[in-house]
């Protein structure tokens, strides 16, 4: 034991694979893994959030220098930048070591309150349509730190009013877009939207309101039958009639193609009935979630490079879908019953987030990670994404907190 102690605190993450594998495991093969936890990461999002406006928002990268590109506050991806600095404000508490970085925990919670204050607008109306639960996220955030903060619930519970207004009863879903429109009784609804009902049940529990509760849950029963395909791979796109709620059609806007499944959709699918199950304990989640995660591993080559869609041939990553899927599997493993199938998400995790720093750690960029895909073939494809970077951060602090890596 103290063997294995000593090298751990050499080797932090030696401890994962001592875990799950009975023979050793060569170390130069781990330390890619280290990077989770490297000081270069704090010292990325100090430099951006120190030196730029906060009225402007680091969105995507470019594809040459890795710059940010920034965008104004009223878009749907705006709450991750703030999201990370309070997520980097965690990390100063759950590492002991160099990974936490030079900064104290207050210094984080400055800058995540600084760049949410730019947000505030959004609370009284926006355009960022179903994706209310990413804008509350640094909100959500300020409430863990300080759940007194009336300026953050009012925040939560805005959002979530937004969000619930959406809400058709006779559809069974709240409507993710206002565009994509083809006939005059389009309702579209999209795997991602399964990302924002976490925002519900935060406000159903700072407002006593249970009707968010039932909204989320009519959401994801509605979309187990309607956006998932036999294999248990999504459609990223279901229109329904809003006048009679049947299903129009199914297709991909960000994918391959129609019939395909695209890759950060089927992440979505994994964190958010992972979220779902940890929120409700209700088993047709957990039995979606383990469904959505087996077409996603199986499905993601031995390199642990996760293509931008299972069904291209182009030779194209997207590494936010594995930063999501990792962070989904990750919650998936804290809630699932099943021992085995808990050891095999968190390894597959770890698997996710190792492959992805050996691919696309990205040292001189202002992103952590390289080649993202937002949109392809939209020309928005090998960046830097904002969103690919928080739930890398996001998965690394999970491993922390379930006890399965020191930093
Ligand atoms: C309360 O939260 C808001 C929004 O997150 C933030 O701007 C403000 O600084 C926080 N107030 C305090 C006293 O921390
Ligand atoms: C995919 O579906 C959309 C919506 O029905 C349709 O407009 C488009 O033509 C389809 N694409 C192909 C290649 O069939
Ligand atoms: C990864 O990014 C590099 C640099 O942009 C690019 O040359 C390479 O083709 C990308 N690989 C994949 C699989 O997307």
Same mark, same amino acid.
């Given at each position: ?15 994962? #694979? ?14 890619? $893994?280290?990077?989770? %936890? =490297? /000081? *270069? ?105 300080? #759940? ?14 937004? $969000?619930?207004?959406? %809400? =058709? /009863? *006779? ?126 591993? =199986? ?109």
């Amino acid at each position: 034991m103290l063997y294995v102690k000593k090298l751990a605190s050499l080797y932090p993450l030696l401890l994962i #694979p001592l875990l799950y594998a009975s023979t050793a495991v060569a170390l130069p093969e781990e330390r890619s $893994l280290n990077d989770l %936890f =490297s /000081p *270069l990461i704090p010292s990325k999002f100090h430099a951006i959030a120190s030196t730029q406006n906060p009225s402007r928002y680091p969105h995507y990268t470019t594809q040459d220098s890795g710059k940010w590109v920034y965008i104004d506050a009223d878009t749907w991806t705006t709450g991750f930048f703030p999201g990370t600095l309070y997520l980097l404000a965690e990390r100063t508490k759950l590492c002991k070591g160099a990974g936490k970085g030079e900064w104290d925990q207050e210094h984080w919670l400055d800058l995540g309150r600084s760049w949410s204050t730019g947000m505030l607008k959004l609370t009284q109306g926006n355009k960022a349509q179903h994706d209310q639960g990413f804008l509350s996220y640094p909100f959500v955030e300020e409430l863990k730190v300080n #759940p007194r903060n009336e300026t953050a619930i009012k925040a939560v519970n805005d959002f979530a009013a937004i $969000l619930a207004a959406r %809400f =058709s /009863p *006779l559809v069974g879903t709240t409507r993710s877009w206002d565009h994509d429109i083809y006939g005059p009784n389009d309702w579209p609804v999209i795997i991602d939207n399964m990302m924002n009902f976490e925002l519900l049940f935060i406000s159903s529990g700072l407002t006593n309101n249970p009707t968010l509760k039932s909204i989320a849950r009519a959401h994801a029963d509605t979309t187990i039958k309607n956006q998932f395909r036999e294999d248990g791979s999504t459609w990223q796109v279901v229109t329904y009639n809003d006048a009679t709620g049947d299903v129009i059609r199914k297709y991909t806007k960000q994918g391959y193609d129609n019939s395909s499944t695209w890759a950060r959709g089927q992440a979505w699918a994994i964190h958010g009935y992972a979220d779902m199950y940890k929120l409700t304990g209700d088993d047709d989640y957990l039995q979606t979630a383990r469904r959505s995660a087996e077409y996603f591993l =199986s499905h993601t080559p031995s390199n642990n490079i996760v293509p931008w869609d299972f069904n291209s041939p182009e030779d194209l990553a997207d590494t936010s879908a594995a930063s999501v899927a990792a962070a989904g599997l990750l919650i998936l493993a804290k809630v699932e019953k099943n021992l085995r199938n808990r050891a095999k998400w968190t390894r597959s995790a770890i698997n996710l987030l190792k492959g992805t720093i050996d691919f696309a750690w990205a040292p001189t960029w202002d992103s952590i990670l390289s080649n993202a895909t937002s949109h392809h073939p939209n020309n928005n494809q090998r960046t830097g994404l904002v969103y690919g970077d928080y739930y890398f951060v996001q998965a690394a602090n999970e491993l922390v907190k379930q006890g399965l890596a020191s930093c």
